[in-house]
């Protein structure tokens, strides 16, 4: 017979390392239990504990237990052996080597002794889920105020124990969708919801299938696609997939109506803004008062309530029917004329300050297992990142707090480096990148079309302020991952090629990893990339289009990216103004801006290109990143 407790007490003497995926599905199981039991809190234990399984612990320790274990000449010689003194004593080679490592000691400033690494398993040596949940809660109150903090999990499934990724990812499965940090924390506590419905089971199929789709429709031999037939037949299938995905992302919406507005960050920071708030969360309190409901149906009132005039009408009243004790038509329509009411509020606000229409960043905790759904789709204008759990989203905060203002991990970019086309076989992308980064980046140093070094990587592109890569993959065919959790990269980090951050297995079963694990493993604080392929000239427009508004070119006098000739740009590579353009970027004092998510969030909405498989496909991974150097911070 099967004793919840004696497991608990068995995988608790285990270290993290040491207890594999099986725990993950152990986890995702006593969440499960413990949500349909109605232990919601201690659900969302065992989903955050789930979540972090999946890190491996070993490549992310290893950097630090290699400094520690350097011994210094003084330590040496303390250790060593009356023989092996007489030795160094007699032995000129020793002798040598003990004075070049003298050198080198001296040479170094003197350093305090590096804190070890106390904020990997915040949950560890904790005696049961009451206190865990105590435990995430203090953590979420420690991250910054601005944030709203998401956590996205999938439910047990035991086939997952010994199938590969792709049936995983289309295998049946419920979506938890934890609020760990929320618009009325503190003073509510986290809470959870949980979706399912056969409209799931279909999307997960649908979806496992989504890049082999894209990639069956691109990969074709340029030679065979000279005629206007060839030519027309690929234009219909990739417009095919266009409408496929549109239905996607639409079938995952409906999945989440009328939560959506759980997908909006808090707003701006005004007196205005903080009196409206005020006002809402009144109401929304009294009309919960007087009908005895939860904290739970409080908060997402509450949430839908902030946000009331970015949902449609039909939403609202769903929402009442959603929330009111079984399906109370009173208290429907108490919530919708509630909705109702807010939103032609927070219309007129934004009419009169255009500051309340902003939001802070999201903080999206994504289960590997969901990486690949498209969730900033589900509020496109929102400022979104991605995290794959909330321990590694502690270590981040913890180790960058010093830089976190607002809600932004601040930065101030003045220079990077660039690795464009290594592999020198793409050469219209190679062109296009070279014609902007001479144009735009003349004062970085920039590596065109040579296969980089290890040395190169470690010692140069990882200690960079900003690293861009433009290539195939993610660049991680250049570097060894072990080496990339030895070192520290402390610049933002911009992979532009396919697939650069989707997650992949390496095995039957096993832990997800792409290429922002390594990075987030080496504290490199904010990681930009793409979830799926995507075709080169729409790759390199978004790209230019990105950099050129969060990065300061070296001449301010230049022309706005977005006035440069476009055809002749992806066509030849040639930058030259559009015809009659004369305004320069100092005359645009609105073209840049600081916030890294915020330009992200118009490539979402379709600002750049249109095509949604286009523009779905980017995601910022880790630290909401604001470069000081275009724009200081609002507030």
Request: charged share 20%; net charge neutral.
């Amino acid at each position: 017979m099967w004793d919840a407790k004696a497991t608990e007490n068995e995988l608790r003497e285990l270290t993290s390392v040491q207890l594999g995926p099986e725990t993950k599905e152990y986890n995702l199981l006593r969440a499960d239990e413990e949500y349909q039991n109605g232990n919601v809190t201690h659900s969302i234990y065992h989903q955050v504990q789930a979540l972090f399984q999946c890190a491996d612990l070993r490549f992310v320790t290893e950097a630090q237990n290699l400094e520690n274990q350097q011994p210094n000449t003084t330590e040496i010689l303390a250790e060593a052996s009356s023989q092996e003194k007489l030795d160094y004593k007699n032995n000129k080679f020793l002798q040598n080597i003990l004075k070049y490592h003298q050198k080198l000691e001296q040479r170094k400033p003197k350093q305090k002794p590096p804190k070890p690494l106390e904020h990997l398993d915040f949950l560890q040596d904790l005696p049961d889920a009451e206190s865990g949940f105590a435990r995430i809660s203090h953590i979420c109150q420690e991250l910054p105020r601005e944030w709203c903090v998401l956590q996205l999990c999938k439910s047990f499934n035991p086939a997952t124990t010994y199938s590969t990724f792709c049936e995983i990812a289309a295998a049946k499965g419920d979506i938890y969708l934890s609020l760990l940090l929320h618009c009325r924390s503190p003073q509510l506590p986290a809470t959870c919801l949980r979706f399912s419905s056969d409209a799931l089971s279909d999307l997960f199929r649908e979806y496992a299938t989504l890049v082999e789709r894209f990639r069956r429709v691109v990969t074709v031999d340029p030679v065979a696609v000279k005629t206007q037939e060839a030519k027309a037949k690929y234009w219909k299938e990739l417009n095919a997939f266009e409408a496929y995905l549109k239905k996607l992302i639409s079938d995952l919406t409906s999945i989440f109506t009328p939560y959506c507005s759980l997908f909006l960050g808090k707003r701006y920071d005004c007196d205005a803004v903080q009196q409206q708030t005020k006002v809402v969360y009144a109401r929304v309190d009294e009309l919960c008062v007087e009908h005895s409901w939860s904290d739970h149906q409080r908060i997402l009132l509450s949430q839908a309530a902030l946000h009331a005039n970015r949902l449609p009408q039909s939403q609202m009243k769903q929402l009442g029917h959603e929330l009111a004790h079984n399906d109370n038509e009173t208290e429907a329509l108490l919530v919708y004329e509630l909705l109702k009411s807010c939103a032609n509020e927070w219309q007129l606000l934004e009419q009169r300050q255009s500051v309340a229409m902003k939001r802070y960043p999201l903080i999206l905790v994504v289960d590997e297992r969901l990486d690949h759904l498209h969730w900033e789709q589900l509020a496109p204008m929102q400022e979104c990142t991605r995290i794959k759990s909330l321990h590694n989203l502690w270590r981040l905060f913890k180790c960058h707090k010093s830089q976190i203002q607002h809600g932004y991990y601040t930065v101030n970019i003045r220079s990077g480096i660039t690795l464009v086309n290594p592999d020198a076989d793409l050469q219209k992308s190679g062109r296009r990148w070279r014609g902007f980064l001479e144009y735009w980046l003349t004062h970085w140093p920039h590596m065109f079309e040579t296969v980089p070094s290890e040395q190169f990587m470690l010692e140069q592109a990882f200690k960079a302020d900003c690293f861009v890569y433009a290539g195939h993959g993610s660049s991680l065919q250049y570097v060894s991952g072990r080496l990339i959790y030895r070192n520290r990269i402390k610049g933002v980090v911009f992979l532009f090629g396919c697939d650069s951050t989707r997650v992949l297995s390496s095995g039957l079963y096993s832990a997800l990893y792409g290429a922002q694990d390594y990075f987030h493993g080496a504290l490199c604080p904010t990681v930009v990339g793409t979830l799926m392929p995507a075709l080169d000239a729409n790759i390199d427009n978004v790209s230019a289009h990105l950099l050129s508004q969060w990065i300061t070119p070296a001449n301010p006098k230049i022309i706005p990216w977005t006035h440069i000739d476009r055809v002749a740009w992806l066509s030849q590579g040639i930058v030259q103004a559009q015809s009659g353009t004369t305004e320069t970027l100092d005359q645009q004092p609105d073209y840049q801006m600081g916030s890294l998510s915020a330009i992200l969030a118009n490539l979402q909405m379709g600002r750049v290109e249109p095509k949604i498989y286009n523009c779905c496909v980017y995601v910022c991974r880790g630290l909401p990143a604001w470069n000081l150097a275009v724009q200081k911070l609002p507030f």
